[in-house]
């Protein structure tokens, strides 16, 4: 089975750091994804990591340890509009179009 | 840009009914998948389709059926609805060989069976 861990609810001020962390277990191991929802809205791609190490684009970094099963994402400079969930998904098999989801983690930016 | 449309936003239905959620997507997709969110459950997978007329069980698929006749459309079915039903119904696709990895979200549909 597929089990994924992430932070129920996070909340951090505008212009600070926010690291949303992700553990997983998983049978088989072919990538980790996050997604951001916002509220009422469709998930939208941020990232995907498949090998160790981190991933930067712009604000948004992605972390991934394999042999420790554990992601994370990396909010800098946080704005307003990241006010939204985060979604943790991993692909099991190399052959599997399938994603399993972490439950989210909502994340509300304060002034 | 890829575009995955649901044909409704909200729907209403009565317990038994039968209960059709329609997904289009205009990238000539060979993989879609239908999803439902519930909180505190996170996105769990009920139905995909890596083709025409072909289609595989996710984790939840009790309960529903699917069907996919033309390649840009995914049909979700309740044969008959249920309470526990309620739930918002997102429908995704994808390429069969993408780069990126990425599905593609439509907006969702938030079904209440009353």
């Known amino acids: 089975g597929q089990n994924i861990d992430q932070p129920t609810e996070m909340t951090a001020t505008e212009g600070a750091i926010v690291q949303i962390n992700c553990t997983y277990q998983?049978?088989?191991?072919?990538?980790l994804f996050w997604y951001q929802q916002h509220a009422g809205e469709a998930p939208t791609f941020l990232s995907y990591?498949?090998?160790?190490g981190l991933e930067e684009k712009g604000r948004f970094s992605s972390f991934l340890s394999r042999s420790k099963g554990y992601s994370y994402l990396l909010l800098k400079e946080l704005q307003m509009k990241d006010s939204a969930s985060y979604l943790c998904?991993?692909?099991?098999?190399?052959?599997?179009?399938?994603?399993?989801f972490g439950a989210g983690t909502t994340v509300t930016v304060r002034a | 840009d890829v575009k995955v449309t649901q044909s409704s936003r909200y729907l209403v239905k009565r317990t038994g009914e039968k209960v059709f959620l329609e997904c289009v997507q205009d990238?000539?997709?060979?993989?879609m998948f239908w999803y439902r969110q519930d909180p505190g459950l996170g996105l769990r997978l009920i139905y995909f389709?890596?083709?025409?007329?072909?289609?595989e069980k996710g984790d939840i698929p009790e309960g529903y059926s699917v069907s996919r006749e033309k390649k840009e459309r995914f049909s979700l079915i309740l044969e008959s609805a249920s309470t526990n039903q309620t739930s918002m119904y997102l429908c995704?696709?994808?390429?069969?060989?993408?780069?990126?990895?990425?599905?593609?979200f439509g907006p969702g549909t938030r079904l209440t069976v009353t």
């Open positions: 995704a696709s994808r390429p069969r060989t993408s780069g990126s990895e990425e599905q593609y």
């Open positions: 998983t049978s088989g191991f072919n990538g």
């Open positions: 990591n498949v090998l160790d």
């Open positions: 998904a991993v692909r099991g098999r190399s052959n599997d179009y399938k994603l399993s």
């Open positions: 990238m000539d997709h060979e993989n």
């Open positions: 389709s890596y083709d025409v007329k072909m289609k």
